[in-house]
């Protein structure tokens, strides 16, 4: 099969090429639960630039040559003997983690903390290919008004996104303010999935015009330009008192800091994005009362209902298509935040 591969680090991401198009071995069943998905569209994602960057090596036993590719969607192409509730052809979307199932994590859904899973496209070999081999249990059929290539990066970008917000929305009420800091890949679903999940105003802060564009067109009520102001317009658009919840998608730079102070005392600050660090004075964090709360993908059931809120015309996707042999001009175009929304490789 074809596939764009991995085969060195570049730490500043200032190379003309990042992955190689070439001929790979096709994936085979390893065990009985196994399926092979023949791709419909593979997301390209800010985390496959921090893989290129080599960031990940300190966090999994990453091997080069590597096949990157976390966000898949695409269709049955074969099953392990022990799969009866799949066929050939099924059009599905992929659960970004393999896992067993038998862990305590698993048995309670939470499968971002198996204690034995892999992971397509970080530590074993993903979507950036014509053919994926996942698990049966990551497997989830999509309804015929959902087409692969269209929900692709739902499987970790709009996952995230939508765990964050799930999180947030169960203490938002009306009248209070929902912070977003980043319109991107993930801000602009989080976004629709806040409009969809409580009734909170929201404010989106970001540095691009083309962002806080589609932000709005994404249902934001404010949009808020990064130009170094961005605390106090929020400040005064709350009321001096700050958000009682904000999602950071950007986590990096002045963002962390910015997010935290646009949070309201008793509030509660996300965190997604990362690259950054977070440092607060303890004593700050006593008078404040302010909650910070990490986040990491999502599990399958929070896949499930995503995509009933992509079924019902809630939550969609901004998209840019790409062939997968031009997978570099994808990931040079993401870095240089050319990306309206969230590129998608077509094999």
Same mark, same amino acid.
């Given at each position: ?17 990042? !992955? ?11 065990? @009985? ?8 569209? *593979?997301?390209?994602?800010? #985390? ?39 066929? !050939?052809?099924? @059009? ?6 393999? #896992?067993?199932?038998?862990? &305590? ?28 081999? #996942?698990? @049966? %249990? ?7 008004? &959902? ?15 939508? %765990? ?5 929305? %169960? ?23 806040? $409009?969809?999940?409580? *009734? ?6 970001? %540095? ?14 404010? @949009? !808020?330009? *990064? ?25 990096? /730079?002045?963002?962390?800091?910015h997010g935290l102070a646009m949070t309201r005392n008793g509030g509660t600050y996300y965190i997604v994005g990362y690259g950054g660090k977070i440092d ?9 009362e302010k909650t910070i709360v990490g986040n990491l993908v999502g599990t399958y059931a929070e896949l499930i209902e995503l995509m009933a809120l992509a ?8 998209? $840019? ?15 240089? /935040? ?10």
């Open positions: 099969m074809k596939a764009a591969v991995l085969h060195q680090y570049d730490e500043k991401l200032a190379s003309d090429v990042f !992955v190689t198009y070439e001929d790979v071995a096709d994936p085979k069943i390893k065990n @009985a639960n196994d399926v092979i998905v023949r791709i419909g569209g *593979a997301g390209v994602c800010r #985390t496959d630039l921090h893989i290129i960057e080599g960031i990940w090596r300190s966090k999994v036993d990453l091997a080069l040559p590597h096949i990157m590719g976390h966000e898949n969607a695409g269709w049955i192409e074969e099953v392990g003997p022990g799969v009866d509730h799949l066929k !050939v052809g099924d @059009a599905v979307i992929c659960h970004p983690l393999i #896992t067993s199932g038998h862990c &305590l994590a698993c048995r309670r859904g939470d499968d971002m903390h198996a204690e034995d899973s892999e992971f397509p496209g970080i530590n074993v070999n993903g979507g950036y290919a014509e053919y994926l081999r #996942t698990g @049966a %249990r990551s497997i989830i059929k999509l309804p015929k008004s &959902l087409a692969p290539k269209d929900v692709a990066p739902h499987t970790d970008a709009g996952l995230t996104a939508y %765990r964050a917000v799930k999180k947030a929305s %169960r203490h938002l009420l009306p009248g209070e303010y929902a912070v977003v800091i980043g319109a991107g890949g993930l801000g602009h679903i989080g976004i629709q999935a806040l $409009r969809a999940l409580c *009734a909170a105003e929201i404010i989106i802060v970001d %540095r691009g015009d083309m962002a806080l564009k589609l932000a709005e067109e994404c249902g934001a009520d404010h @949009a !808020v330009k *990064a130009d170094g102001s961005e605390v106090e317009q929020v400040l005064r658009l709350t009321h001096g008192k700050g958000a009682e919840a904000v999602i950071d998608f950007v986590g990096e /730079g002045s963002a962390i800091a607060i004075p303890s004593i700050d964090m006593i008078t404040s079924d019902q015309g809630r939550v969609k996707l901004a998209t $840019r298509e790409y062939k997968l042999a031009d997978a570099n001009q994808a990931l040079h175009d993401l870095h240089h /935040g050319k990306v309206r929304g969230r590129a998608v490789l077509i094999p």
